[in-house]
């Protein structure tokens, strides 16, 4: 029996070495189905977005996912997020970082497998191959085929597909930034911004390189989140494995019948390289070229239940459960490797995170004021000995409607405000003002206090004259030449 400690190899090509195109061979079975249903899903959500309308009211935009820079806006559904909002976005990132982290301890590299863009795209530019030139072996002879006319229509015919799918996926980044009919109207007619164009060239060749060419190679060399897997995962982790104390000696069925002693379960059919699409050979052992995507799980599989033997002979196993099962030990079930106190930490730090934001949000107001006081000259003396203060003062009216807001001073005995756009005689404690949908109303407020008043702190209150009556306050500083606490 062979040493069950997987080993460790390098990736398939070496440093300098030219690359050799992988042409993943066509297999069926839960892993494949999978693969083709996250695929489905995530370009049906990529594609699909932009165009989901969303009705906010007629002071709003009605893209349901608009990242509206002009207006430093992001719009998700009825969530509306405002720049100074912008700990929510950190938060889901934060999120999506400790969910990448979960998933990896968990199940190793699942998400390099299913669904990264680089896994997703590159799925979909490998059926357009199959489409054009067959499946593995004809892919294989037409690449050593001498260039023919034939050959040049076909490679033509398949990059002008690459081109339109690239072209898409650079255009439907920018619908996310902007309406999307009438961007898509602007666009044609030429009339959109120049950065729009940029974006859609940039995009459109950087899909056509790497999903088209580049591929396992973005993978293997380019990407930096392998590299930090290796840093997440650990004996308890889900990895897919070649269990090679069963598989080794590898031999024909032939020979095994002959000498069923010295030769394992694997017959060396070359299958499960054949169907990878890094072209990574399972049986060397774990190496940064697996993806963990399962498709040699399904050609494996395929293979001993046509051979009449157990499957399983590659499979989702731990390092652990693999040296046990190497023992003797019976298989375990791969949830178990899901359960355990590394990956529970994981999940309860990733719902702890959304439960915050969740809370955050439902907690929210809609209504905001903020106070920035002048810094020169700090005061004024009036004629009368009164003395003068200057604020800037921003009312957010974060709601899609226009709202009527009361701005009221507390502290500083008989003072009064006005703003510039109003006579100083209409100074009041309390002023009114209309707040339009979905924006800030910068003011320029005068607050005037008798002669003798000590420098001291004060605040603007804020409260919506609605149904829903939010308030806020700004708290600031009155200065005058008497000094104060």
Not at 320 to 342: F, N, S, V
Request: proline share 6%; with cysteine.
């Amino acid at each position: 029996m062979s040493n069950p400690e997987p080993k460790i190899h390098h990736s398939p090509l070496g440093d300098y070495e030219a690359r050799r195109a992988v042409h993943p061979k066509r297999i069926d079975g839960p892993f494949r189905r999978f693969k083709w249903l996250i695929m489905l899903v995530t370009l049906a959500i990529y594609y699909g977005t932009p165009w989901i309308r969303w009705d906010r009211g007629p002071y709003a935009p009605d893209q349901a996912v608009l990242v509206d820079v002009a207006n430093r806006r992001f719009f998700m559904f009825d969530i509306e997020i405002w720049p100074h909002e912008f700990y929510f976005v950190a938060g889901l990132l934060i999120m999506a970082g400790v969910g990448l982290f979960l998933v990896t301890s968990a199940v190793g590299r699942a998400w390099c497998g299913y669904s990264c863009p680089q896994t997703v795209w590159t799925d979909l530019f490998q059926h357009v191959d199959r489409f054009f030139d067959g499946d593995r072996n004809a892919r294989m002879r037409l690449d050593a085929a001498p260039w023919t006319w034939g050959k040049v229509a076909r490679r033509l015919s398949k990059w002008s597909i690459y081109l339109v799918i690239a072209f898409w996926t650079g255009g439907a980044w920018i619908m996310y930034f902007a309406d999307a009919p009438t961007l898509v109207r602007d666009f044609w007619a030429g009339e959109a911004a120049m950065v729009a164009y940029v974006a859609v060239a940039v995009l459109t060749a950087t899909t056509f390189v790497l999903g088209g060419f580049m591929r396992e190679q973005v993978c293997i060399y380019m990407c930096p989140w392998p590299r930090i897997q290796s840093a997440l995962m650990d004996e308890h982790s889900l990895q897919v494995t070649y269990k090679d104390w069963r598989g080794e000696q590898r031999g024909s069925v032939k020979k095994a019948e002959k000498n069923p002693e010295a030769y394992g379960d694997c017959i060396d059919c070359n299958l499960c390289v054949a169907v990878c699409p890094t072209g990574w050979d399972i049986r060397k052992g774990p190496d940064i070229s697996c993806i963990t995507c399962g498709l040699c799980i399904d050609a494996c599989d395929r293979t001993m239940e046509s051979v009449g033997r157990p499957r399983g002979l590659i499979d989702y196993i731990t390092l652990d459960d693999a040296k046990a099962e190497a023992a003797g030990a019976a298989p375990q079930p791969a949830y178990r490797a899901l359960l355990r106190p590394r990956t529970i930490a994981y999940f309860l730090v990733w719902a702890a995170l959304g439960a915050g934001l969740l809370f955050l949000l439902g907690t929210r107001t809609h209504t905001d004021i903020t106070a920035a006081p002048d810094r020169n000259p700090a005061f004024t003396v009036m004629r009368d000995g009164s003395v003068r203060n200057n604020y800037t003062v921003k009312l957010r009216n974060m709601e899609n409607r226009p709202r009527d807001m009361r701005v009221s001073l507390s502290g500083i005995e008989g003072a009064k405000m006005w703003t510039d756009t109003m006579n100083a005689e209409r100074a009041a404690r309390e002023l009114e003002f209309a707040v339009p949908a979905d924006a800030t109303q910068s003011l320029r407020i005068y607050v005037v206090s008798p002669a003798g008043t000590a420098s001291q702190d004060f605040a603007f209150n804020l409260l919506a004259l609605d149904e829903q009556g939010e308030s806020d306050t700004a708290e600031t500083r009155f200065e005058t030449p008497n000094g104060g606490s």
